[in-house]
């Protein structure tokens, strides 16, 4: 069974540039987690999909911020302009009905995105 | 203040040391608590999922969860150079699909 997915591993871009960040959960995972590691901190909730829709987003910074789950399969995250302080490790997790109770978030490998 | 402290280390052990690692949280509303394994360039592993206080172990893992003095530690007897990696703890509030809330990790490095 494939694991969580996301592309492009690194994006390089400059201030006020546009990028999207793309997460393939495991096939039949409903809930959909993205999160963000900035240097020197730890790793912090952004939002929460479950199937296309969203269930929380208490963790999006601003509204520079856009995600998007069309189908309930992938997600992107769009930043929209990129500022410096954007620059960190986006990781993306995904998690199916838990049988006993207990939720297991498989993550993927992170996109490093570093604003110029 | 951080809902979650952990020390960043990095801790340096020798092969077969036993090793603790430890996050405090300021939160007694967190019920659930994991510790994570990530290694370079990859995503979080779960490692061990324990509820409420006590202890769980795993092989050479044993997870001990202390809510009286809201601390929670991971041991690893018999540390092998494998074990190298950053440690994250990670904690909810209760059951179901929610998002974790983590300590920064911990850098353990296992010298042969």
Redesign the interface.
């Known amino acids: 069974e494939a694991g969580?997915t996301q592309f492009p591993s690194h994006s390089v871009i400059e201030k006020g540039q546009t990028v999207t960040l793309r997460c393939d959960p495991i096939s039949g995972h409903d809930?959909l987690?993205w999160?963000r590691r900035v240097m020197?901190?730890?790793?912090?909730?952004l939002l929460?999909f479950?199937k296309e829709s969203k269930?929380?987003e208490?963790?999006m910074p601003n509204n520079r911020f856009l995600a998007e789950r069309t189908g309930g399969t992938y997600s992107t995250l769009k930043v929209q302009p990129a500022e410096l302080e954007d620059s960190g490790v986006y990781?993306c997790?995904s998690?199916n009905t838990?049988g006993q109770?207990?939720?297991?978030?498989?993550?993927?490998?992170?996109t490093r995105l570093l604003v110029l | 203040q951080?809902e979650?402290e952990?020390d960043p280390g990095p801790l340096s052990v020798p092969e077969g040391a036993i090793v603790s690692l430890n996050c405090t949280y300021s939160n007694s509303a967190f019920q659930?608590f994991m510790w994570?394994r990530q290694y370079s360039?990859?995503?979080?592993?779960?490692l061990m999922?324990t509820y409420s206080s006590g202890n769980k172990e795993d092989g050479r893992f044993t997870a001990q969860v202390d809510k009286s003095s809201k601390y929670i530690s991971l041991f690893i007897r018999d540390s092998q150079p494998s074990d190298s990696a950053t440690y994250?703890c990670a904690m909810i509030r209760h059951?179901?699909?929610?998002?974790?809330?983590?300590?920064?990790?911990t850098r353990l490095l296992v010298s042969p």
């Open positions: 969580v809930n987690y999160y020197g901190k730890e790793i912090k909730f929460h479950v269930q929380d208490s963790g990781f997790a998690s838990p109770g207990r939720e297991t978030q498989y993550f993927g490998p992170g | 951080k979650v952990q659930y994570y360039r990859k995503g979080p592993e779960l999922y994250l059951s179901g699909f929610q998002k974790l809330v983590f300590g920064t990790g």
